[in-house]
C-alpha cells in the first residue's frame, strides 16, 4: 500500500469507525455492569485469558512464522465491536448485556493489547527487529481506540439527532472500509497471498471457532442464562480485524501481521451467522434478551 495512504488515510477512516462505535455507548451502559457482573466478568476471561492462551497455543502448535504468530496474537488481542452486537441482535442475545461488554472491551482493550502485542513480539520475534511496539506506539494505539469512542459518545450525549443521522451512514462505511482494507493488504502481498492461506488459513478457522464456542458454552457451564451467553459469544466469537488490520498496517508496518484478520474477516461472518442460527435450533432462548427502546432504535 501507497505509505501516505497507511501513514494517515487508514488511522484516519479506522477514527471515524471508532466514533460510530462510540454513538452507540453511553456511560449507562458501563454502570450496567452492576446489573450482571458475573456474565461480564466471565466475558471479559473468556476474552483475556482464554482466548488469549488459544491463539498462543495455536501459533505453537501450527508452527506459524513468527509475522503471522504475532499477527494471530494481535488478532486475539482485539476487542468486539458493533457488528457483534448486531449478530446478538439477529440470534436472541441479551443485547444490553452485548453493548455492556463492548464499552468495557473498548476500554480495556486500550490497555491489554499492548501488553499482549509486546510479549508477542518478544517471543515470536526474538532474533528479528522488523517490528516493534515502543510506548510512543502504545500510546497510538491507545489514542486510535479511546479518543474516537469518546468523541462517538459525547457527539450522542449532545446531540442525539446528528447520532441518528451518522448511525446508518458510518456502518455502511466501516463495511466498505474493511472491504478496502483486506483487497489492499491481499493486494499488497499478492505474490505470497496463497502461501499466507496455507499457513493461517487453518490457524484462523479454528480461532474462530473457538472464540464462538468459548464465548458461549463457558458462560453456560458457569451457570449463565442462553441469552446472556450469547451475548458474550458474539462479542468474543467476532473481534475487530478492521483495528487489527490497521494497527499492524501503521503501528507495525507489517502487511504480513495483518494477513490474519484478513483471512479471520473471511471467516468470522460465516461461522457466526452458522453459529447463530444453530443456537437457534437447539439451544432455545431461557431468559428474554433486554433491549431497550434506545438500542432498538439502533437498528
Request: hydrophobic share 60%; aromatic share 10%; glycine share 6%.
Amino acid at each position: 500500500m501507497d505509505s501516505g495512504i497507511i501513514t494517515i488515510f487508514l488511522p484516519l477512516a479506522l477514527a471515524i469507525i471508532m466514533v460510530g462505535l462510540g454513538l452507540e455507548l453511553t456511560l449507562k451502559d458501563f454502570a450496567r455492569v452492576s446489573q450482571h457482573p458475573k456474565a461480564v466478568l466471565v466475558a471479559l476471561f473468556c476474552q483475556l485469558i482464554l482466548l488469549v492462551s488459544i491463539a498462543f497455543i495455536l501459533c505453537k502448535v501450527l508452527a506459524l512464522p513468527p509475522l503471522l504468530a504475532v499477527g494471530l496474537m494481535l488478532l486475539a488481542a482485539s476487542p468486539g465491536g458493533s457488528t457483534a452486537n448486531l449478530f446478538s441482535y439477529l440470534f436472541k442475545g441479551d443485547l444490553a448485556l452485548n453493548i455492556t461488554l463492548t464499552a468495557i472491551n473498548s476500554v480495556v482493550a486500550a490497555f491489554t493489547l499492548p501488553l499482549i502485542m509486546n510479549f508477542s513480539i518478544m517471543h515470536f520475534m526474538q532474533d528479528s527487529q522488523q517490528i516493534s511496539l515502543q510506548f510512543g506506539k502504545i500510546l497510538q494505539v491507545f489514542g486510535i481506540i479511546i479518543i474516537p469512542v469518546a468523541i462517538g459518545m459525547l457527539i450522542r450525549h449532545y446531540a442525539p439527532a446528528l447520532t441518528v443521522k451518522l448511525n446508518k451512514p458510518l456502518r455502511i462505511f466501516a463495511v466498505l472500509f474493511l472491504v478496502l482494507i483486506i483487497a489492499g493488504a491481499i493486494y499488497s502481498e499478492r505474490a505470497n497471498i496463497a502461501e499466507y492461506l496455507t499457513q493461517v488459513g487453518l490457524a484462523t478457522a479454528l480461532f474462530c471457532l473457538f472464540s464462538l464456542m468459548i464465548g458461549y458454552f463457558v458462560p453456560r457451564l458457569m451457570n449463565i442464562n442462553s441469552a446472556q451467553a450469547r451475548a458474550s459469544a458474539f462479542e468474543i466469537g467476532i473481534h475487530n480485524s478492521t483495528l487489527a488490520m490497521t494497527i499492524a498496517l501503521t503501528v507495525m508496518s507489517s502487511t504480513v501481521v495483518a494477513m490474519p484478520a484478513a483471512v479471520y474477516s473471511i471467516f468470522m461472518y460465516i461461522f457466526a451467522a452458522i453459529f447463530g442460527l444453530l443456537l437457534n435450533r437447539f439451544a432455545p432462548v431461557t431468559a428474554h434478551p433486554t433491549i431497550s427502546p434506545t438500542q432498538e432504535n439502533a437498528f
